[in-house]
Every structure is written in C-alpha cells, then in structure tokens.
C-alpha cells in the first residue's frame, strides 16, 4: 500500500541527528533491532537525567530533522502518507486502524508511527474517554466525526442493537454535509474512532459498555443466540448455537444455570426460554393466567388460551387444566373467567 520502505527513511532522518538526541528517539518509538519502545522514565534513567530532559531531548530531535534537508528530500513520502489518511479515512482515521492498514510487522508500524509524528501535513489527537488516538489532516471534518459519533452513541438505549444498515444510517444523518462524500468504507472506520460505540460478534452494534456487545460470558452469548433465533429456545440449543456460532465451549448444565440466573431471559416452556424484552411473562402458568384475569378482566376459555399462548409456548390443555384451581379462578354464569376474591 505504501511505495517506500519506512526503516531506510527512518535511519536516513535519524542520521541527521547527534548521536543522543539520535539514541533517545530509536528508544522512544521502537526503532532499534528488538522493536522496544521505552518511556521516557526508563531512558532517563539510562542516561542519568529527568524525564523532563529526555522529553526535551525527543523535541530538539523532532524539530531538528524536520528543519533538516533530509526532510526536504523526502517531502514527496510525507506527502504520500497524507494522501492514504485523506484517501483511507477520508482525512481521519484511528490510529491502530491506520497501523494495521499499512503493515502487520510491529516493527515497521513504529518507523511508520515515527514518520507520522515527524510529519508536518497531518496531525494526531490523542484518546479520551470517547475517542481512539487518532490522525487527521483536516481539523475540520474531524471535529464534525468526533460530534456525529457523540451523537449516534447518545441516540442509542443502554442495552440497544441495531444492525449495520441502521448505524450507518444514523451516521449519515448525524454527519449532513459529508456524508455524501465518503463511501460505506470510510464511514465504517470512522466508527472505529469511537469508543462509546462498538459491535459485537455477531456484527451488531450498541453501547461498547453493554454486555450485549461487549460479550464476557455463557450468559451474554446465549443473550445474543436467542436474539438471533427470533423466537423461544430449548436450553440444550442454546448451548449447541453458543458453540456452532462462536465455537466457544458451552456446557448444557452451566447454559441453563445462566438462563435461569439472568433476568434478559424468561422460562416460558419446558426448558424453553425467551427474552423478557419480548414480552413473556415470567412465573408457572397460573400466576400469567392470573395476571391476565387481573389485567383484562373476566374472559372466556379461548380468549384467556389466546392471551397466554401469546406469552407462554404451553399446550392449550395445559391452560385448561390450571383454569380448575378453585383457590384461583370461578366460572361465571356466561362461562367467562374470573379471580376468586376473598
């Protein structure tokens, strides 16, 4: 992806330099042998100065090579650097993603880390709480990322899940003027620059702090299993789904001592379990047919099987057979159901 060879620019820079200034900063950014990069503690100590010093050092290094005619020279690699970040991420892009993008060998992504710090074009933001170090040539568009991203994430329920279409499509809206601009890919890593926001393993995007995306657990992957499933779950599937899409080891007893603690799920069948935000009610059958007969009112034996079968996956003897609780329920003159008041 890049026309140049980082370590040979690298050390014709360096040369530059005397030979401390020369040693603090292959330290600093990893560019020795080993790849080591030390802080500026560890080098102080080495040379018997403040971190204070070294970081002085590190300056005069910079400003001295950039003042230099080697830089001069290789202007035009500077310049290639800037446009892979207007052209990668549309003019700002998260630091490790931009890294990854350009080499996968630790070592030359600090030579290429080192000549983005040298280089003038374009410059870097460091993280916070919300947002990844970043690089960017147009302070601009990167002040409008960084809000839009603030945006969507405040736009989104604590434990929400939307699919890719629709962040992306919340994105678009929040960015107005630039959208348009930039391609699906861009916008994508423009994504990557939040920290607030994330996906999860199966691609679904929310809050980064949910467990619904950032997965720990058996619980949290049968979270997302169900989910997925659309529809009420046997414990024993859930734990085969957890390992055929994550192939991750999930033991049938521990997948339903998960269920059973977790409050995202409801048991609504033997050994059936749904979500709770689907609507089920929790508790045997008696206590929904209850809660029904409270809510609605007295109904009649099909309306009352309706209603159940919409929260419950039970046969429909199952529902008549509870209905003969005497403790419970009374049958009215019109064959309507009712609670038995004291």
């Keep these: ?114 000549l983005l710090v040298v280089g003038d074009p374009f410059y870097r933001a460091k993280e916070n709480s919300s947002y990844q170090h970043r690089w960017y040539t147009e302070k601009k568009i990167a002040e409008s990322v960084e809000k839009a991203l603030r945006n969507v994430h405040e736009s989104l329920d604590r434990d929400q899940l939307v699919t890719e279409e629709e962040i992306l499509s919340r994105f678009r809206d929040q960015l107005i003027d630039i959208a348009d601009k930039h391609d699906e890919d861009i916008l994508k890593r423009w ?65 339903h001592n998960e269920l059973i603690k977790d409050k995202r799920f409801v048991l609504v069948g033997r050994g059936l379990y749904a979500l709770s935000e689907w609507g089920y009610s929790a508790g045997v059958v008696k206590d929904v047919l209850r809660d029904i007969i409270e809510k609605h009112g007295p109904l009649t034996r099909e309306e009352i099987i309706d209603k159940v079968r919409k929260e419950r996956y039970v046969k429909d003897n199952t529902i008549v057979v509870n209905l003969q609780d005497t403790n419970l329920f009374k049958k009215l003159p019109n064959g309507a159901y009712a609670l038995v008041t004291e």
């Excluded at 290789?74 to 650097?81: N, Q, R, S, V």
């Excluded at 046997?234 to 049938?252: D, N, S, T």
């Design 191 to 255: 994504l990557m620059i939040s920290k607030d926001i994330s996906r999860n393993p199966l691609g679904e995007w929310g809050h980064t702090s949910s467990p619904n995306v950032k997965v720990k657990g058996i619980r949290d992957y049968a979270y997302l299993v169900v989910k997925r499933h659309g529809s009420p779950m046997h414990f024993r599937e859930v734990a085969k789904a957890i390992e055929e899409l994550f192939h991750r080891k999930a033991h049938i007893a521990t997948t």
């Design 1 to 114: 992806m890049i026309t140049f060879k980082p370590k040979q620019i690298t050390k014709k820079l360096l040369a530059a330099l005397p030979d401390r200034a020369r040693d603090v900063l292959e330290k600093r950014y990893g560019l020795g042998a080993d790849a080591e990069a030390f802080t500026l503690e560890s080098i102080g100590q080495a040379y018997g100065i403040t971190r204070e010093r070294v970081r002085q050092i590190e300056g005069y290094g910079i400003n001295s090579i950039q003042k230099s005619d080697t830089y001069q020279e290789y202007k035009p690699i500077f310049e290639e650097l800037h446009t892979l970040i207007s052209e990668l991420g549309g003019g700002v892009i998260a630091e490790d993603h931009l890294l990854d993008l350009l080499s996968s060998d630790q070592s030359s992504r600090n030579h290429i880390y080192f």
